[in-house]
């Protein structure tokens, strides 16, 4: 009689703590130990050698963030390419001004056509960080950016660190092995390297949702576990009388 209050208890207790952990992950934000600039959005562009997927530092230029976010959730990027490949040191995206093989609708011009403000930071350019492109001026960042392949201390403070590559370093690499032509200061591939399709996501929500799915799963279980004791307690009766 003990073990099965015993058992009824903790099967109860168990029910209790999956529905308060099926609320607290609701709100629940992911810790990104790795890199804690690194918000929970990401980008991937599809190219032609394999996928890139990228994060971006909402607190470090969240002017620039929130100009790129946009372009790439209006589509922006798409049937546009790499015009850059400097193994050991960038490789940049076009302009989506004049850089797409597609035509863009008004909306994506008016996007395309703005610059942002020169959000220079502390963050270092090393392997894997996104850099806005720009002219002389300071503030005329538009929509290039490179994604560095290699350490490059003569560019901190002078371009505006917004993201960095969170997948997809194999496919820089396969980039870096390309053939390759100089015009002026820029090694350009020679053949055209596409973003064929880009695609967004936010992994919080990714992974409240994976969550969410287990703890409903569980808390499925741990009912049927206590309506089998209870339907176990409704029996005592019965089986204290034939003892």
């Not at 372009?71 to 050991?88: E, S």
Request: aromatic share 8%; with cysteine; glycine share 8%.
């Amino acid at each position: 009689m003990a073990a099965l209050l015993r058992h009824a208890a903790a099967a109860a207790a168990a029910v209790v703590l999956l529905i308060a952990a099926a609320a607290s992950t609701d709100g629940a934000t992911s810790f990104y130990a790795s890199d804690p600039n690194l918000g929970s959005a990401r980008v991937v562009f599809q190219t032609t050698h394999g996928d890139i997927e990228f994060g971006f530092f909402p607190h470090v230029a969240p002017k620039t963030v929130e100009h790129i976010y946009k372009l790439v959730r209006l589509g922006c990027y798409n049937t546009n390419h790499f015009f850059r490949v400097d193994k050991g040191f960038v490789a940049q995206v076009a302009s989506v001004v004049g850089g797409r093989t597609a035509p863009m609708n008004d909306e994506q011009q008016e996007e395309a056509e703005k610059s942002v403000v020169g959000e220079f930071s502390t963050v270092k350019h090393v392997r894997g960080i996104l850099s806005m492109g720009r002219h002389s001026d300071p503030n005329s960042g538009g929509s290039s950016f490179s994604i560095l392949l290699g350490d490059a201390p003569h560019l901190d403070g002078q371009y505006a660190v917004f993201g960095r590559l969170t997948k997809g370093d194999d496919t820089l690499r396969k980039l870096e092995q390309l053939p390759t032509r100089r015009e002026g200061i820029f090694v350009m591939p020679i053949e055209r390297i596409s973003i064929l399709s880009t695609y967004y996501y936010d992994v919080d929500l990714e992974s409240c949702e994976a969550e969410k799915s287990i703890l409903r799963r569980r808390l499925s279980e741990s009912a049927s576990e206590v309506e089998r004791w209870q339907n176990r307690f409704k029996l005592l009766p019965d089986l204290i009388a034939e003892a």
